[in-house]
């Protein structure tokens, strides 16, 4: 991935409706232990590319209060089996991954495409 500028729309607020990433919305994710990390905030679409590339898990909080999200490259997800998905790391991983530089956007990415070891 290079470091072009990058432009990510959110699935939830476009007119993209693509049936079954949509269903994900909501959807619980877990580690690859089977640990909760949260459910499927958003996912976002690269405007260029015209690909999902990022899940947007909020995790903690209390009845969605305080929640933090986490981006997650689609390429990291494992698995999709019973409503849940399944990411290929560990919940302490996933915390630790690089926050979102909204300002920077192509730097963010690739150094969060590096951190889960996808492309």
Sequence with gaps: MDTRPVTMIRL????????????????PVTDFDGNMLGTVEDLLVDADERRFRLISVEHGGVAGFGATPSLIPVEAVHGVTGGRIRIG????????????????????????YGYYGVA
Excluded at 90 to 110: I, L, N, T, W, Y
Aim: charged fraction near 20%.
């Design 12 to 27: 939830t607020q476009s007119a993209h409706r693509s049936a079954p990433p949509a269903r994900l919305l909501g959807c």
């Design 89 to 112: 790391r560990s919940s302490a991983q996933v915390a630790d991954a690089p926050h979102v530089d909204k300002s920077r956007m192509g730097e963010f990415c690739e150094s969060l």
